[in-house]
Nanobody
Framework: QVQLVESGGGLVQAGGSLRLSCAASGIIFSDHLMGWYRQTPGNQRELVAHITPGGSTNYADSVKDRFTISRDNSKSTIYLQMNSLKAEDTAVYYC???????????????WGQGTQVTVSS
């Protein structure tokens, strides 16, 4: 079965950095759009960034120029480098894998268990 295992969350001061990782198994990694989403209590899950198998990326406006998504197809792993963190980046961050045939439907993909990121101001 599909498994997405996130790591790298934690507590950091505003202005600091964190790097999240998501290791995938049970999928043909190179066929999947990989993404990071985040969710705060009472709010919907929102896209942070996603990356195609070929490396094209897309970012939410709120994280552009601060966050960088990347993927290592040889390791079936994606990363999210988060710099200049702000208190409003505090959320649970989820990894998502969705087949490129339905790239616009992350709900049809698989989700990790989530990792908490807390930014103190």
């Amino acid at each position: 079965q599909v498994q997405l295992v996130e790591s790298g969350g934690g507590l950091v001061q505003a202005g600091g950095s964190l790097r999240l990782s998501c290791a995938a198994s049970g999928i043909i990694f190179s066929d999947h759009l990989m993404g990071w989403y985040r969710q705060t209590p009472g709010n919907q899950r929102e896209l942070v960034a996603h990356i195609t198998p070929g490396g094209s990326t897309n970012y939410a406006d709120s994280v552009k120029d601060r966050f960088t998504i990347s993927r290592d197809n040889s390791k079936s792993t994606i990363y999210l480098q988060m710099n200049s963190l702000k208190a409003e980046d505090t959320a649970v961050y989820y990894c998502n894998a969705v087949h490129m045939r339905v790239w616009h439907r992350p709900d049809l993909g698989s989700w990790g268990q989530g990792t908490q990121v807390t930014v103190s101001s």
